[in-house]
């Protein structure tokens, strides 16, 4: 069946970006999500790309998508203490809202 | 403009009752997302509502069921509790077919 798959960590130093990656294997999947969760909240909706997409940039944010290898990375840019939560990789397909999610990954930050 | 509420924050229940959790959508989402967050485990799905019926469904057991109000807001029931079932129930909306949903904050579960 269709699966995700994610580090279950990363760590890195305050100031430093994070790339947190992600590998699928639903050749079909139309939408690929990156998701936030921090302590005691629920999922943020980060950003999510379309599969025709290879790239999309938002502030800090920047997802790229090889959908030959099907991989996908999240890279925070300057991270701060702030973005220590669990990020989720996750990915769709058309009319179906049924995700298959990783398992996320935790980011930490050291001072 | 208030967000996904889901309540209780926390429920305690003991193995074989059963457990109701709610959710509140955001106002004008018909579509309603049942996922469990297992310790250590991705999001697994249980259940997707649209304007009141069940629309798909997770690999989750009978004992997993729900439902959706006219209002939009929708019940998960878990019957015969399991020690497995202690989880992080999460619940999204979204506009129907549109792809970004919103999450509540969850219910943490615990089976003893």
């Known amino acids: 069946g269709e699966d995700v798959e994610q580090s279950l960590f990363l760590s890195v130093r305050e100031g430093d970006s994070s790339v947190i990656n992600c590998t699928y294997t639903d050749s079909s999947s139309t939408y690929l999500y990156w998701y936030k969760q921090e302590p005691g909240a629920g999922l943020q909706l980060l950003t999510y790309?379309?599969?025709n997409m290879d790239m999309k940039q938002d502030q800090r944010l920047t997802v790229l998508l090889n959908k030959k290898d099907k991989h996908l990375s999240l890279r925070i840019a300057d991270t701060q203490t702030g973005d220590s939560a669990i990020y989720f990789c996750?990915?769709?397909?058309?009319?179906?809202?049924?995700?298959?999610w990783g398992a996320g990954t935790k980011l930490i930050i050291k001072p | 403009e208030a967000g996904v509420t889901q309540s209780p924050t926390h429920l305690i229940k003991t193995r074989g009752q059963q457990a109701t959790l709610r959710c509140s959508p955001i106002?004008?989402?018909?579509?309603v997302y049942w996922y469990q967050q297992a310790l250590g485990l991705g999001l697994q799905f249980l259940l997707w509502y649209d304007e009141g019926e069940e629309r798909n469904r997770g690999n989750f057991p009978p004992r997993f069921s729900g439902r959706q109000f006219p209002n939009y807001s929708s019940e998960l029931n878990v019957n015969a509790l399991e020690l497995e079932d202690s989880a992080l129930y999460l619940c999204?909306?979204?506009?129907?077919?549109?792809?970004?949903?919103?999450f509540g904050q969850g219910t943490r579960l615990t089976v003893v």
């Open positions: 106002s004008g989402h018909t579509s």
């Open positions: 996750a990915e769709g397909t058309e009319g179906n809202y049924q995700l298959i």
């Open positions: 999204a909306s979204s506009l129907g077919g549109n792809t970004e949903a919103f």
């Open positions: 790309i379309f599969s």
